[in-house]
């Protein structure tokens, strides 16, 4: 943990230096093996390392380049898509290994240790979950509201191991320092297979049966625009003003048109949202918001036909086709506000 305070700003501020987008993206795949590496030559552990800048790096992610983060954010879609597939792939291969060399301990005894651990896990999920959930309301008077019981139970029943289990266990050195073996890590391993595969198995698939069960509420998509269009409201509202205060500023003169443009942009920003908070279309069944993204799809589709047509017809070249299909790609993210 200290080795990744102590790396965690220099890199973000490495990181802000960049003005390359390609660049900052190929420091965002070495980070990890820097902060892992620092901390494993220095004895301390490298998963808590990278996952301390990781957090770190995160949580400062809105300081980077737009460019930077619309990259971002596929190229680790892909890359955790991938890594998780090769560490649950590395089960498969290193479990018949790990069974053959569990030592003194019987495949009997090591079930029996498994099923222990599974159960303190999913147990102490919920030991942190449902004081974590009530106590900040009790002592701090949040008018959040007391969410329902059944909301803590299945946030901690929720609670799946995965990829950074196994690579704290598979982090475990074969050998301590004088040369022996590590004790009993054949049956660590063991049980961390064991209590990933149970939760992810036993956890997940049983998760939506849970939630019917119980009788969750689904996602209101009105309080989520309202909550949207509220938070929009805010932020126009302080980006006109910043607007006007620039525009006192002699250097920042622009012809009036230009000046009642960028006004509009805001403005229309600041309604958008709002916009979509209409009725049930009687027609279709379809929600306003949801009558909005249909016909934005259907616009921008209709666009991105006709700018293919005039390629092929050979009046804009392919470098102009990709310029013009990515800005249709982003303003089609921005209706649809896909958010990973």
């Known amino acids: 943990v200290g080795v990744g305070l102590a790396l965690m700003v220099p890199l973000h501020l490495l990181r802000l230096r960049l003005r390359e987008p390609l660049l900052q993206n190929t420091m965002s795949l070495l980070i990890p093996y820097v902060a892992y590496i620092a901390a494993e030559a220095m004895g301390a552990s490298g998963v808590l390392a990278v996952v301390v800048v990781g957090l770190y790096l995160g949580h400062r992610a809105y300081q980077?380049?737009?460019?930077?983060?619309?990259?971002?954010?596929?190229?680790?879609?892909m890359v955790a898509f991938i890594l998780e597939s090769a560490v649950f792939a590395l089960i498969g291969l290193?479990?018949?290994?790990?069974?053959?060399?569990?030592?003194?301990?019987?495949?009997?005894?090591?079930?029996?240790?498994a099923g222990a651990v599974l159960a303190a896990v999913v147990v102490m999920r919920f030991v942190w979950v449902y004081p974590a959930t009530y106590l900040p309301r009790l002592l701090w008077a949040r008018n959040e509201g007391m969410p329902p019981w059944?909301?803590?139970?299945?946030?901690?029943?929720?609670?799946?191991?995965?990829?950074?289990?196994?690579?704290?266990?598979?982090?475990?050195?074969a050998v301590v320092h004088d040369g022996s073996e590590f004790p009993a890590r054949n049956l660590v391993l063991f049980l961390t297979f064991t209590t990933v595969i149970g939760t992810l198995v036993g956890q997940g698939l049983t998760l939506p049966s849970l939630v019917r069960v119980l009788r969750l509420p689904g996602r209101d998509e009105r309080a989520e625009t309202l909550a949207e269009a509220q938070a929009q409201n805010a932020a126009s509202a302080a980006a006109e003003a910043r607007?006007?205060?620039?525009?006192?500023?002699?250097?920042?003169?622009?012809?009036?048109?230009?000046?009642?443009?960028?006004?509009?942009?805001l403005q229309r920003r600041r309604n958008s949202v709002w916009e979509r908070l209409g009725g049930v279309n009687d027609a279709t069944g379809e929600t306003a918001d949801d009558t909005y993204r249909r016909l934005a799809r259907e616009a921008i589709s209709a666009e991105r036909e006709v700018f293919v047509e005039l390629r092929d017809a050979g009046r804009i070249d392919d470098e102009m086709l990709r310029t013009l299909l990515r800005r249709l790609d982003l303003e089609e993210a921005a209706a649809y506000r896909e958010v990973e």
């Not at 290193?94 to 240790?113: D, T």
């Open 94 to 113: 290193q479990l018949p290994v790990v069974l053959r060399e569990l030592g003194p301990y019987s495949v009997g005894q090591a079930l029996l240790y």
């Open 243 to 265: 607007l006007a205060e620039l525009l006192e500023d002699p250097a920042n003169r622009l012809p009036g048109p230009l000046e009642e443009r960028l006004r509009t942009v």
């Open 64 to 77: 980077v380049d737009f460019a930077t983060r619309l990259q971002e954010a596929a190229v680790w879609k």
């Open 150 to 173: 059944q909301v803590p139970f299945v946030v901690s029943w929720a609670g799946m191991r995965g990829v950074v289990s196994l690579a704290i266990a598979f982090s475990i050195p």
